[in-house]
């Protein structure tokens, strides 16, 4: 069905509530399927003859409500019931997943030699939605890094997607673009894709984004660029302190463009915190979560902004509308500040390092080039498309994650597994690895005809 067929079929409306309900029927009836192409904004509003900012906040509601997804110049599509890519255990496979990026439970610390600690007095509407002690810690902890003079105050959400996503709601509208790294973290792309704002691919090499690639996006327009200053997911990239300070230098043409900085790996990082923001530019957010040193189940986050930003991001997070739990917040600080518990978050650093280095040179010993980053995964070139290595494991008992799940134009990424295997034992680190080499062999011969699939 064409765009034209669409307004005649039903597009009615002088709101934007109004157009997204009859655009939301015609799709719950079937009268337009997956895939179909959208009237554009102008086309739309020129024939509803309503101002264009209204059909944007249609399209707006019916991505929010995963109806839609916006592809840029390709338009607004009709979205389909595939499932898009996730994180975390793929259900219903029998095989070994590799693919996972989870951290290792047995790393996870304990609750409960701290539960007696945190209190049990209730909180009330109408109390500081942060709990004190946080406050303090975090501050502390954020101060050291940003310095002393940045001007800032610090939210605490319900972890670091949870931030980034109302972030971006408080600060962009449809089809505004942002700028993300590319190959890029699923849960970004899927939040940029489902808020309908319009991605920006960044080139991402081993020091970190690339200062052409940031100096196109902002030259394209971007209002806003996440960035993750270390342990870059999949590409475990960390910023170097002289790519940070040429991108720095780069952003300083554009202080109101919002910086966002994903630092999800923090405690674990055997890099040093360098970041984008320097000390004039005006709208920025540095967001630490701590579900990969204290578990996933641990659904916190603390942002350090600017004021304007952090009143911004307060407005979705306020007493009687959404907090986080106190207890949750408590049981936080009173982790981060237990010794024990601070020791074995630095000898599960230690963990993921030394076992992702040793999977990194076992690969070397099998003629596969591969270099261990920083964070929980490994970014593997292989000599062959990836999804075809990916079906070679599969015959193996191996299920790999291919890289083009995390692309947004980067061809070379459909040439990488990114590998979750800091929790193998010796002897399946080694099946793996002579696995893996077998695939990419296989996969290769495949490709270049020498067998048939």
Known sequence: MSADDLIDEGIRGASALEIAESLRALIERGGVGAGSALPSVRALADRLAVNRNTVMAAYRHLAQAGLVVSRGRAGTLVAGPERVAQEGYA???????????????????????????????????????????????????????LGPDLPLRLTVTSGASDAIERLLAQTLTRDDA???????????????????YRAVPVPVDREGMTVDGLRAALAAGVRAVVCTPRAQNPTGASLSAQRATELRAVLADHPYVLVIEDDHFSLLSSQPFTSLIGPSHRRYALIRSVSKFLGPDMCLAVTASDPDTADRLAMRLSPGTIWVSHLLQRLTHA??????????????ATHYATRNMAFAQRLVGHGIDAVSGDGLN????????????????????????????????????????????????????????????????????????????
């Open 335 to 348: 982790l981060v500040t237990d010794e024990a518990t601070r020791a074995g978050i630095r000898a599960a």
């Open 91 to 145: 259900t219903d496979s029998v095989l070994r997943d590799i693919g996972t990026g989870n951290p290792d439970a047995a790393l996870i610390p304990p609750l409960h030699p701290v539960l007696p600690t945190i209190g049990s007095r209730p909180v009330l509407y109408g109390e500081p939605v942060i709990d004190r002690d946080l406050e303090a810690w975090a501050t502390e902890w954020v101060r050291a890094d």
């Open 378 to 453: 490994l970014w593997v070139r292989v000599a062959a498309p990836a999804r075809v290595v990916a079906e070679q494991l599969m015959r193996r008992g191996w299920l790999a994650r291919p890289g083009d799940e995390f692309v947004l134009s980067d061809e070379a990424a459909a040439f990488h597994l990114r590998l979750t295997v800091h929790d193998l034992s010796d002897a399946d680190a080694a099946r793996l690895a002579s696995d893996l080499s077998a695939a990419v062999d296989a996969a290769a011969a495949k490709e270049s005809g020498m067998i048939r699939p």
């Open 178 to 196: 942002v700028a993300l790294e590319d190959p890029c973290f699923l849960s970004s792309m899927n939040t940029v894709r489902l808020g309908g």
